[in-house]
């Protein structure tokens, strides 16, 4: 059966989407190249169908408000809508996917739009998985599997800690910064500045971002980690009572948050933190394609008998192949899992809204378009 798929957003995360979907051969799938811009839409459809070499890909002009009449139309033969547009339009395209009875699937980290869409989805014979990218995203499933595994094998219910952290960094860095852009830049200045989620003594608490920088040794490799916001999802929820202590934290080269902290407490008066914050770190920081990115999850807790156990997993993801193109790690490690939701919407096993900890883990981090990029886990 072909499904048509309607990619809201034909950035580089979009764009990667497209490829992915219509490069593999587990889903027969038509896309459309959603964006405001027609330029930006034609130019990632032809980047699709010139990757694959088929004509799978079609652009659309999409208005930055309202519906046009090519617009509807697209929205009336589409199955789902996959969402890689800022979060701000998230309740804008989930209604759309309500009103014309499509499957929908977003990125956003963005907490207001995720309750709004939450309400959006509510009692919905349709599927609106939120949150599905990398962090959050596949982050929290495979934290949960690794959760759920640990009580398993060691006949527990509860667990002393989950941590989970995420870095996408450019395999070099320089003085004084020791960065270089990955992925949006304001989305890094947004995550650095607003408040993150936390479980602390089995309570879910609001903390200052970057208010704990500590050092952390992974493959033996240095990075050091703080807190940033949005990558918990909604495990501090899901998993109340059940874990003493969770974070989400970003991976970092060591000395970057120290440069980040001093520009952001230097802020001149009256001056929003977030665009200072951008603007800074784009007029000093370049954009690289030779990405990487890490992702690290762990459960420590007691078994049965009282011994302290953990159970970890850790990924290094770099820029691969996928039809005749290469993608950066961030846009597979983002769009993988995106697409993944997208198979698991269109099998119809999922309806109204769903959250990281609702999601079948095995299924979905084994699933042909996650576990081609992260490998399998068991």
Avoid at 38 to 60: E, K, R
Wanted: proline content about 4%; hydrophobic content about 40%.
């Amino acid at each position: 059966m072909r499904h048509k798929i309607l990619i809201a957003g034909s950035g580089g995360i979009g764009s990667a989407a497209g490829l992915i979907l219509q490069a593999s051969a587990e889903l027969d799938t038509e896309v459309i190249m959603a964006d405001r811009y027609m330029s930006a839409a034609q130019n990632a459809a032809d980047y699709i169908n010139d990757g694959t070499d088929g004509n799978g890909a079609s652009p659309l002009e999409m208005p930055a408000s309202g519906l046009s009449p090519e617009l509807e139309a697209a929205l009336k033969s589409a199955d789902i809508i996959l969402d890689c547009l800022p979060g701000s339009q998230a309740p804008r395209m989930a209604t759309y996917a309500r009103d014309y009875g499509c499957h929908y699937a977003n990125l956003t980290e963005y907490v207001k739009e995720t309750d709004e869409v939450t309400e959006i989805a509510q009692g919905s014979d349709k599927g609106f998985i939120l949150q599905t990218g990398l962090a959050p995203g596949y982050i929290n499933v495979v934290a949960h599997h690794l959760y759920k595994r640990f009580c398993d094998k060691h006949s527990v219910e509860k667990v002393e800690a989950i941590d989970m952290r995420v870095g996408a960094l450019s395999q070099n860095a320089k003085a004084p910064y020791f960065y270089a852009y990955t992925w949006s830049p304001i989305g890094v200045a947004t995550e650095y500045v607003k408040d993150a989620i936390v479980v602390k003594n089995y309570k879910t608490e609001m903390i200052p971002s970057l208010s704990q920088t500590d050092t952390i040794i992974l493959d033996g490799k240095t990075y050091e980690d703080d807190f940033t916001s949005g990558g918990a999802a909604d495990l501090p929820k899901a998993l109340a009572g059940k874990v003493k202590d969770l974070s989400y934290k970003t991976l970092r080269f060591p000395g970057h948050y120290a440069w980040a902290k001093n520009i952001i407490t230097n802020t001149p008066a009256g001056k929003d933190k977030v665009e200072h914050l951008n603007e800074t770190m784009l007029s000093k920081i370049p954009a690289v394609e030779d990405d990487v990115v890490i992702v690290h999850a762990s459960v420590k807790g007691q078994d049965s008998k009282g011994a302290l156990r953990a159970e970890e997993a850790t990924f290094h993801i770099y820029p691969s192949q996928v039809g005749k193109h290469t993608l950066r790690a961030i846009q597979t490690t983002t769009a993988g899992p995106l697409c993944e939701a997208a198979r698991l919407l269109l099998t119809g096993e999922y309806s109204g809204p769903v959250f990281q900890s609702m999601i079948d883990t095995h299924s979905f981090l084994n699933g042909p378009f996650v576990k081609g990029i992260y490998g399998e886990v068991k």
